[in-house]
């Protein structure tokens, strides 16, 4: 998968692996993607999945957590997140919100299988072990779509690696990017404006 990485993705790092900033900053970025992933449908779904993604996002902030403590690099746990977001998606039909089109799902998947098998994740079951305990709040689903997939917001090709693409344009394999040496956490998406959501 091709990803950006900026001083903000280390800010929201940094905002996630700090006791006391924690909550703020996963309200902050569950309610970023959510706007984000919203933008890539019709108008007409938005609403019917919006509760849906807070949930499915609310989740995924502690798979990004438990990468991070595997060892996993900040891009490769950032990756792990949006492959899991991707599962969701297209078990639902959603395609035009997917990242990584379909027949690309199952190389992502081999890529963190060891942390995937480790927390009972699959592509029917996206969260696995991170699965809140009353679930996903629901949403309708467009299986119909799976007939004849547009992945019209997919970037395709990038299925053997975390490719990720640095502040100066370039794109680098492996997600090895060296974090910066002072990061404010104030720096993350949202935070400080996170009461005026």
Known sequence: MKIVQNPR???SKKALTTPGVRSVATYALVKMHTRIFLRKTAESNREPRR???DSLFEATMDSYLAALEGGYTEAEAREITHIQANFDFFTRGWTEMMEIPG????????????FFVEHDITIDDPLGSFAPPGGL????????QLDAPE??????????DVYVETPDGRTVAGGDTDEPDSVDPADAPGVDDVEAE
Not at 103 to 114: G, V
Not at 137 to 144: K, L, V
């Open 9 to 11: 993705h280390w800010a």
């Open 51 to 53: 509760d849906h993604l």
């Open 103 to 114: 027949d690309e799902l199952e190389a992502h998947y081999r890529r963190y299988e060891a």
């Open 137 to 144: 709040a629901s949403a309708p689903a467009t299986p119909e």
């Open 151 to 160: 992945y019209e917001n997919a970037i395709e090709g990038f299925a053997d």
